[in-house]
Nanobody, 125 residues
Framework: QVQLVESGGGLVQAGDSLRLSCAVS????????MAWFRQAPGKERDMVAA????????NYADSVKGRFTISRNNAENTMYLQMNSLKPEDTAFYYC??????????????????WGQGTQVTVSS
């Protein structure tokens, strides 16, 4: 059974940094396409950052490029999202996701079949 558990969310001020963690059990992160998504109230769940299955190819939403960094630690079987220069518009519930599919790209919610419960990130102005 695959489980994803996020941690690291919280309330911060604009300009601050946070690091989200996604601890994975039941699947090896080094061979898994993974991503961070976020969902604000009344909005769709959108991809923030993704990392490829067998390489470290990454993709970022335009709104976070240059500020957020996705990474994984194979020894800890954990994925991270380093968020710098946070803005109020980054406020959302953040979810980590993993995919068991073999796809050309992993950019949409339908591309992922395992999800964590999420963690709240609130950025005050």
């Amino acid at each position: 059974q695959v489980q994803l558990v996020e941690s690291g969310g919280g309330l911060v001020q604009a300009g601050d940094s946070l690091r989200l963690s996604c601890a994975v059990s039941g699947r090896t992160v080094s061979r898994t396409a993974m991503a961070w998504f976020r969902q604000a109230p009344g909005k769709e769940r959108d991809m923030v950052a993704a990392i490829g299955r067998s390489s470290d190819t990454t993709n970022y939403a335009d709104s976070v490029k240059g500020r957020f960094t996705i990474s994984r630690n194979n020894a800890e079987n954990t994925m991270y999202l380093q968020m710098n220069s946070l803005k109020p518009e980054d406020t959302a519930f953040y979810y980590c996701a993993a995919s068991s599919y073999y796809l050309r790209a992993y950019l949409k919610t339908d591309d992922y079949d395992y999800w964590g419960q999420g963690t709240q990130v609130t950025v005050s102005s």
